[in-house]
């Protein structure tokens, strides 16, 4: 299977910018594996299509303000985005320099301190922030949200709140669970009143989420490494909602990913650490009954796992309907929701 076997024509308009003014205002395209049809719905109407019992599983990670500027000791700008918090004072970054700096070599920041290149990961660097605070305040004082690459203007003020969802509540992403961003109180509150169940993981997205495939051949692939947190108490909840019939749906690829990299000869089990999960068509996904997930990126290792729930060949004719309908894509686009009506 080749990442070529995963394309699709994406008119550049159609890649969202902003976020809409209301967070649950976009539209919802929705996805029924059993009978291959499609529905266009807006993402207000989503307690319709779920019920009491049910369990919809969000990752609560929080989006760090990961990027910052800096200068080398000769005064070459430097961008500097965080992909993994490794410790108090370091990081693994992507840096954006004209000259790669060398170990022991000096990055300025605007508050006076200043960063120090331990070495390098592949296309990494490990920086050592030479600051009496830890980073995350450092991060807190001078970063900006750290947009995707898609996304082609800075970040404002008004996305330190937009591009987080709003029960995010553990600091360590460096790009938001974008599924979630739909999702404001209100809806929230509908859907409790549903008798609708929430719980909770926590994978930290990293910056690698953005990274192009750079083989033909998807099987030779190896995927960044995230890290990830399933609760017993969430592990509890969908043995619970299983023996009673409800629905485990995930909300975002990240919820997938998790709740695959903790299960073990099928059972959902509590787990903390690393995981380099790579799910694509062949693997057989156990964990989730349903999934709400935004629209990825061509050739992208997240449109391979939505493939491998609903199907290469239906996820590709949903994304060209999308497309026809004039959807909005990626970060701050709508929203697919993938489940069986009965």
């Known amino acids: 299977m080749k990442k070529s076997d995963f394309d699709f024509d994406?008119?550049?308009?159609?890649?969202?910018?902003?976020?809409?003014?209301?967070?649950?205002?976009?539209?919802?395209?929705?996805?029924?594996?059993?009978?291959?049809?499609?529905?266009?719905?807006?993402?207000?109407?989503?307690?319709?299509?779920?019920?009491?019992?049910?369990?919809?599983?969000?990752?609560?990670?929080?989006?760090?303000?990961?990027?910052?500027?800096?200068?080398?000791?000769?005064?070459?700008a430097v961008e500097i985005l965080i992909e993994r918090v490794t410790g108090a004072h370091e990081a693994t970054v992507q840096l954006g320099v004209s000259k790669k700096p060398k170990q022991g070599g000096r990055i300025e920041l605007g508050d006076g301190s200043h960063a120090t290149v331990l070495g390098r990961d592949g296309a990494f660097f490990r920086l050592r922030f030479?600051?009496?605070?830890?980073?995350?305040?450092?991060?807190?004082?001078?970063?900006?949200?750290?947009?995707?690459?898609?996304?082609?203007?800075?970040?404002?003020?008004a996305d330190l709140e937009r591009y987080q969802t709003v029960y995010a509540r553990e600091p360590g992403a460096v790009a938001a669970p974008t599924a979630g961003l739909h999702f404001?109180?209100?809806?929230?509150?509908?859907?409790?009143?549903?008798?609708v169940d929430s719980g909770y993981v926590t994978l930290h997205v990293g910056a690698g989420t953005f990274q192009p495939m750079r083989v033909q051949d998807i099987h030779q692939h190896t995927m960044h490494r995230e890290w990830l947190n399933v609760g017993a108490a969430l592990v509890e909840k969908v043995r619970r909602t299983r023996a009673a019939g409800g629905r485990v749906i995930a909300v975002g690829t990240t919820v997938v990913r998790a709740l695959e990299a903790a299960s073990r000869d099928g059972q959902l089990q509590p787990f903390a650490g690393e995981t380099?999960?790579?799910?694509?068509?062949?693997?057989?996904?156990?964990?989730?009954?349903g999934l709400v997930t935004n629209f990825h990126l061509p050739q992208s290792t997240l449109l391979m796992l939505v493939s491998a729930l609903a199907g290469r060949e239906f996820v590709l004719e949903a994304y060209r309907h999308a497309v026809r309908e004039r959807y909005r894509f990626f970060s701050y686009g709508d929203a697919m929701l993938i489940l069986p009506r009965t």
């Open 10 to 76: 994406l008119p550049p308009e159609l890649i969202a910018q902003a976020p809409l003014p209301e967070r649950s205002a976009s539209r919802l395209l929705w996805l029924d594996p059993a009978t291959c049809t499609l529905a266009d719905r807006q993402f207000r109407e989503l307690p319709s299509f779920l019920r009491a019992g049910d369990l919809l599983v969000f990752n609560d990670t929080r989006v760090l303000p990961a990027r910052l500027y800096g200068r080398k000791d000769s005064g070459g």
């Open 130 to 157: 030479e600051s009496p605070e830890p980073l995350e305040g450092l991060l807190s004082k001078l970063g900006e949200m750290p947009l995707p690459p898609y996304i082609e203007r800075h970040a404002d003020a």
């Open 276 to 289: 380099q999960i790579f799910i694509f068509p062949g693997y057989r996904i156990t964990s989730i009954d």
């Open 184 to 195: 404001d109180e209100p809806l929230l509150a509908r859907l409790r009143e549903l008798g």
